[in-house]
Each structure stands twice: as structure tokens, then as C-alpha cells.
């Protein structure tokens, strides 16, 4: 299974909310046609409001109206409301003259009342027009419960409805739904739906994303729509559609499973020698695997309740000194530690021309400053002495870390390289509460976590598994390989591998 075709739902999904579309989605999916990757799509908006996408993007086929219409070429299919339902429901609704109605024609739209943001012909008898030109679909705007209510007691058993943007109702023949009309485009460019690819963000995405081979949420939608997708992108603002299709779809990753054995490895093995940072930047795998940062605590946060500006500070461990910069702490009372050598050049390079205090350290039983030195420590996810601490804190001194704990990504590892030994076996909150204790420090705060760290192809992981070496040692593609395979079988069937992150949290007071 390759995926042949691309189905974007427009507006939330491939539409920024200012309803354009940037020119760097214009042109990934420009380059799906260079790939023999067809692009269609699918949408609740009339034809006549979807023009001047299409001049932007020479879609293949379109479904509008929610399905009522179905637009191939020269091909056309058409599921309006019946005469005498469309009849029987307008009549009904001239009951209630406070609801704002609205009738899709094949060309045009008609309404009882002005709307805001939507063009339409002010119409006082909508039963005329429908009778005149044909129902493709009938809108009301719902703004009360028993609004809702009582229209549905008014539709007959040929019509459904689906609620768009929490407030609009929109009602259609039960054939004109989104997945018939993706379906019936794929027919005539016979195409399966497993080799499709569906990207929505509203209720009525949820269908044709259970039926396509995969199925792509942005992250702005519904949690309804979230729960039955294969992959979560970024959101329509940050132009999450064409992320996800030039990461995953335009690369390596559309032969994920479909290429053989040897294509595989040699990607992977590309991947392996892609393995190198500076700093703590994972953004050559984002878009390819997510790391849950909803843990019970914000590590920023807390740093901030208990730091003032007058306040020396030391970031013990500080990577490339991103997080340390974040603080906005006095310079001139901050000072960093790092000990990995391309971190070390990085952080000679950014923090010492600020005035900030660097020393280059990878000992944490002998760091190189006088003793009573700092009011706060901070650590996050490096090594720790607590006597080493206690030694460089003043009287009442804090330091906060944030640790990865022992557990952190084991099931990762038992399925590449099972039954190797924890690197930090000690590493969970009640032995390293032990630890500060004896140190002579006061816990004043504490917290454990597990989380999900999921990736979408294997490829992700390799580079993830040699950037955290320690985790994971002596891995290496053809080490591995057949595990690899296994771990990409998970992903053919489930759409993602899943690990489980530790992470535990101390604030520790010198007494």
C-alpha cells in the first residue's frame, strides 16, 4: 500500500483562519503532482466559494456541499434534497421567522435573513427558490438547544444534518455525505481508500478518517476527530497539513512499509548518520514523533516562583544554554556549566560574550566554583551530586531539577535490544529523596510522572535511539535490524510505535 491520494478538508484543516492558503502549501502540493500523488478535496463550502483555491492548487476532484457534489473533470454527480422534503421542511420553518436560514443551490445561496461573512441573495419565499432551482442543502443557525430540537422533529427520514463550527446546522439528503463523495471520487480514479490519506479537524471528518489508509488530524481539531486519526499534525495556522505531506508523504516515509527490506535499511541507516545535535534540538524528527509535555508540573514555572533577580543562579548541565536564556535572569548572576564538547563550543560561542559565568564541567562531584556560591541550582535531565550541591548552595539555598527517570523509554529498548540493564537504576523519586535527605536538605517539593513518546516511523527512532545513546547502547541499524523490522510492523498496523517516558520532579532546600 502506497498512498496515491491526498483529501484535505478545507476550511480549519488546509485554510489558515484568515481562510488563505500560504504559498508553501501551494507548492507541497504542487510537488504531490510531480509524485504521481493525486490531491482532491473535500469540503462543506459550495462550489462558487472554493474558486480561488483552485486557481492556487489544481485539485484533481472536489467534493462540495458536504458531499451533495461530486466534481471529477468533466464528471459530475449531484445528491440534492428531494422537492417535496425540501418543501415539507421549508414550510415548517416558516413557523419560527427568528432562525436564519439559508438554501444551496446548484450556483448560488439564498437567505430569509442578512448573514455576516457569507454572501447571499436576501430572499423572503425560500420554498419558490427551491421549487425554481433544486436544494443541494439547507443551513439553519443554531443558537438555542430547543432550536435544534425542533427542527429535527421536522426532517424527514431521507435527510440527516451535521452541526459545523458548533452553531451551524447543515442538512442534506443522507446520500450526500462527505466519505460518498470521496468514495465516488475515488471510483472514477480508481483508487482504493486504503491508499488514500484524509486530513480533517470536524465531526463530519471523522467517517471518511476511519475509512482511508490513513487518517490525519491537525491538532486544532475536535477531540472527537483527534481520537480516531492515525497521526496528529500541527495546526492550520502553522501549516500542519503540508508539514505532515513533505515529511511523511514527499520523503522516505511513503514507502514506510511498502518498500523492501533493503530500502528500508539503507534509509535507516541514512538516518543513523543524520544522528548529531547542538544544543538539545530534536526538530529533525518533528512532525515524526511526539513527546508528551503535559507532565503535573512546569518545571519554568516553579524555577520562577522561588527565583528572584538579585539572585545568583547556576544551570548545571544547560545544553546549549537554550532553556537558561528563556529565564531572562540578570547576567551578571548567572552562571552554566556543560561538559558534552559540541554543547561546550556552543555555549562559548552564545553565553560568555553575554557575561554569563560558563565553565566547562562533565564532573557533578567537582564543579569549578567556591563553595556557598549560588541561592538556586537547577538542573534539568544532566547528572547531580547531592553533597556537591549542598556544598555550592548558601544557607537556605534551592536547587530544582527536573530527572529522567529509570523507567524512561524502556519498552522502547526491550524491543530493540531486550534485557539490557537500566543505565540509571537508582534514578526515581523515593531513593533520590533518600539521597537529599541524607545530603541535609529539605524536600519542600516533589512530583513523578509517566508519559507517552510516540513515533510515527522507524526511520524517527533510529536517529532518537543514538542521540540518546545511553538509553539504548551499542544500537545500531544492523545490530538491530530485525528488531527494527518488527518495530515497523507496529507501525503498519497501528499507525505509530508507543514508549512511556519517567520523569520526576524534586525542589530541595539547604537547611
Known sequence: MTIKTIIVDLDRTLLHTD??????????????????????????RPLRAIKQYCELVDFDAMVVSNGARVICGNQRKEY???????????KALKQYPELKITLETGDCAYSNKFIDDYETVICDDLIAVANAEGVLKILVHIYKEEDLAIIKKELTEDLYYTIANGYLMQIMNKSATKWNGIKAMLDIHDCSCNEAAYFGDDYDDIEPMKMCGLGIAVSNAIEEVKAVADYITEDNDADGVAKFIEQRLLSFDNIRIYGDKSELKSIWMEEEKAAHIHGWDFSHINGRYEESAELPWNYKQIIKQYLNDDMNILDYDTG???????????????SATEGYPPNVKLCKEILLPLGIDFKECNNPKDIPFESESFDMIINRHGDFNAKE????????????TQQVGEDNDRDLVEIVLPNTEKPFPHMNLK?????????????????????????????????????VEWEFPNF?????????????????????????TH???IVAKKI
Open 80 to 90: 440534492g434534497i428531494c422537492q417535496e422534503s425540501a418543501d415539507r421542511l421549508l
Open 503 to 505: 520523569r520526576y520532579l
Open 389 to 400: 550541591l549542598y556544598r555550592l548552595l548558601k544557607k537556605g539555598g534551592i536547587f530544582i
Open 320 to 334: 546549549g544554554g537554550e532553556f537558561l536564556l528563556s529565564l531572562i535572569h540578570p547576567f551578571d548572576k548567572t
Open 19 to 44: 481562510k488563505t492558503i500560504s504559498s508553501y502549501t501551494a507548492k507541497i502540493l504542487k510537488e504531490c503532482k510531480k509524485n504521481a500523488i493525486r490531491t482532491m478535496v473535500a469540503t462543506a
Open 476 to 500: 545500531s541499524v544492523d545490530k538491530c535490524f530485525e528488531n527494527l523490522l518488527e518495530m515497523q510492523k507496529m507501525i503498519e498496523d497501528k499507525g505509530r510505535v508507543v514508549g512511556t
Open 431 to 467: 531513593e533520590q529523596k533518600r539521597v537529599f535527605d541524607h545530603a541535609g536538605f529539605q524536600i519542600i517539593k516533589e512530583g513523578e510522572a509517566y508519559c507517552p513518546i510516540i513515533f510515527y516511523d522507524v526511520g524517527a527512532f533510529v536517529w532518537f535511539a543514538h542521540i
